[in-house]
């Protein structure tokens, strides 16, 4: 089976579900050797107390989140806030529907993006990804400045 490059990828894999036989390449420092990962990412609109966007990126067997108040940019050069939120269950990808009232994050939730991407650099305050979604594509950058305040945009 001829390997597919990361931007053959179809991101319109059912939700709930890992594509089969899908895997994102990342090539390490080590030219002689590459970790072969799927790795996902989603973007769920959140009309929440405050409407915002909850960026989610599938790493560590977890969805490591942000909320992005003014949602991610698609712009080249406009960077957003995103504050770093608890990490959420994989299963929590590709959710839809209504958080009760009276529950953490009451309100409306839907995908608003989802695809794959590939981790050019994870370093403790500083995140490079290679997004393929429906909006987002391209290289993005996400950086902590302060505390959980973190700023997420993109550079290609």
């Known amino acids: 089976m001829k ?3 990361f931007w053959d990828y179809d991101t319109s894999v059912p939700r ?3 594509p089969e036989n899908d895997s ?12 072969i990962q799927t790795l996902r990412f989603i ?3 959140h009309h929440a107390r405050r409407l915002h966007w909850d960026f989610r990126l599938e790493l560590d067997g977890v969805l490591k989140s942000w909320a992005v108040p003014k949602g991610p940019p698609i712009e080249i050069g406009i960077k957003r806030l995103a504050v770093e939120v608890e990490d959420h269950p994989l299963s929590y ?4 529907g209504t958080i009760p009232a009276g529950g953490y994050g009451a309100g409306e939730v839907k995908v608003w993006d989802k695809g794959f991407y ?13 997004l393929k979604g429906r909006k987002l594509k391209g290289d993005y ?3 902590n ?5 973190w700023l997420i945009y993109r550079v290609a």
């Open 145 to 149: 400045f302060k505390d959980k305040n």
């Open 93 to 96: 990808f590709g959710f839809e």
């Open 3 to 5: 390997d597919k490059s």
């Open 118 to 130: 590939v981790l050019e650099l994870r370093e403790p305050r500083k995140y490079h990804v290679l």
């Open 141 to 143: 950058r996400l950086i």
């Open 43 to 45: 973007v769920q609109e």
């Open 16 to 18: 709930n579900r890992a």
């Open 24 to 35: 994102v390449t990342r090539v390490s420092k080590n030219a002689n050797s590459t970790e």
